[in-house]
């Protein structure tokens, strides 16, 4: 499999009219473009390869979302056709606290097309490459799909008025109507949202492009022990309804289902020294649980066995700031650190030492999310603070004879650098500070994330294109 990059082409604007045309212009050819390390230069500017994903769309939603979470839903297991159709929750970060919101999204009519991943052999001598005047084309053409029809997504939204700004929500997998915020307040809420998103279901104008009022609608529960705000939650994927907190403390609440409610132990489980960041049900065992903190470590508990950490070990220089546990390879954790880096931790060797296998220094700022792929047990999707979203292959190597053979076969129309890692399938940019992504469970190779400047979904054409056939 060839490794591709997204690839940006930095060309000079016409200043004024009148100057030469984009047809006497001599075609410069494209190259990837190296945040940190390249440089534009004086009327240069990045401009984005559309060719390098199948679907690419952004949006905007008022205040910016720190947090989101893609809900399941009843269309279907390991969609491939477009255009898909998919349902969101997320919460706001407003400027003052009343005017924050729960959004239920309903996204339909997503387009896009699938591409070969070597480009076909061309003829007449074309390079294959776009010029300038045939990619305003394709951007014109974007908006209107083969049949005449709007290709742009049809968006739909219902909103919940929540108290504070949202620093996480989450769905529960086994029943996606029910919710939980974490407020910067420090009260942890769930919500029951069936009736919104029975409506969006029901209606293809309901909610369309915003207009829908805030509703006000009480909590099932709203838990104030905590001490402090978090960030830090996350449902079993084993026990329905079963739930963790984590917060500013260091301190962990576990949450048990109850007649239709929840029963919080009030006694935390403790054994960090600082922030608790994220939390991981483990996929394999429905009582073992990881968690990350500021304090550079990883622990690993059992909630049957008392209420400090079965063991934890030193992940990372800097904060530990997300962990994720691979669903498909229950033994591998992935963690990504306040310094850039991120690893991959194999936990069937964590009792005989240092039990990292996997260590990539590419980003340059905090990991903000990490993800597994639903799909591919070797594949995960990484943001950061210097606006980059990379999607990575870990069973990839280094392999001179393939890269030759694709090289010849795109002639050389793409000068990938030489000192990317093997493993880098994608970089993905145009938003800024991106905090969060998720991969779309039912839809192989889409990922959305969301960043201070809106959501964008994308499916880049290299990862979806080198999925397992899951339709047969």
Not at 240 to 266: F, K, N, Q, Y
Not at 292 to 313: E, N, Y
Not at 371 to 390: F, I, K, R
């Amino acid at each position: 499999m060839g490794r591709t990059v997204n690839t940006k082409k930095a060309k000079r604007k016409n200043k004024k009219k009148g100057e030469a045309s984009s047809s006497s212009i001599p075609s410069m050819p494209t190259r990837v473009w190296q945040p940190g390390v390249d440089k534009l230069e004086e009327g240069e500017e990045l401009q984005c390869d559309p060719s390098a994903y199948n679907s690419l769309h952004g949006f905007h939603v008022g205040w910016p979302c720190l947090s989101f979470d893609i809900l399941g839903d009843k269309l279907g297991l390991n969609r491939t056709e477009f255009p898909h159709t998919l349902y969101m929750v997320a919460g706001t970060q407003a400027e003052k606290a009343p005017w924050n919101s729960i959004g239920l999204f309903k996204i339909s009519n997503v387009s896009g097309k699938r591409r070969d991943v070597v480009p076909k052999t061309l003829v007449n001598g074309d390079d294959g490459m776009e010029d300038e005047d045939d990619e305003d084309e394709d951007s014109d053409s974007d908006e209107e799909s083969e049949g005449g029809a709007s290709s742009v997504p049809n968006i739909q939204v219902r909103r919940v008025a929540h108290h504070g700004c949202v620093n996480r929500i989450r769905a529960m997998p086994q029943n996606p109507h029910i919710c939980v915020s974490w407020a910067d307040s420090g009260h942890v809420q769930v919500w029951d949202m069936s009736s919104h998103l029975n409506a969006l279901a029901e209606s293809e104008t309901e909610g369309k492009d915003g207009t829908s009022p805030i509703l006000n609608q009480a909590p099932l529960v709203n838990f104030s022990g905590h001490k402090d705000e978090g960030y830090a939650i996350d449902w079993s994927p084993a026990t329905a309804g079963r739930l963790l907190s984590g917060d500013c403390m260091s301190m962990i609440h576990l949450w048990e289902p109850a007649s239709g409610s929840w029963t919080v132990d009030p006694i935390p489980l403790s054994g960090h020294t600082a922030s608790v960041e994220d939390l991981q049900w483990s996929p394999a065992e429905a009582n073992v649980f990881a968690s990350c903190s500021v304090d550079g470590t990883i622990a690993l508990w059992d909630v049957r066995v008392g209420k400090t950490p079965a063991l934890s070990f030193k992940a990372h220089n800097a904060d530990v700031n997300v962990i994720s546990w691979n669903r498909l390879a229950s033994c591998m954790l992935a963690s990504g650190s306040d310094d850039g880096t991120f690893s991959i931790h194999d936990l069937r060797v964590i009792q005989e030492g240092d039990a990292k296998v996997a260590h990539f220094e590419y980003h340059k700022h905090p990991i903000t999310s990490i993800e597994w792929s639903a799909h591919e047990s070797s594949t995960l999707a990484v943001s950061s603070g210097d606006n980059q979203l990379t999607i990575w292959d870990l069973s990839l190597e280094k392999d001179e004879e393939e890269e030759a053979e694709f090289k010849a076969q795109t002639k050389e129309q793409v000068n990938t650098p030489q000192d990317l890692p093997p493993q880098l399938l994608f970089v993905h940019q145009g938003q800024k500070d991106l905090k969060e992504l998720h991969w779309h469970n039912q839809i192989p190779g889409m990922i959305v994330s969301t960043a201070a400047d809106g959501f964008n979904i994308l499916m880049p054409y290299n990862i979806q294109n080198t999925l397992p056939d899951l339709a047969a």
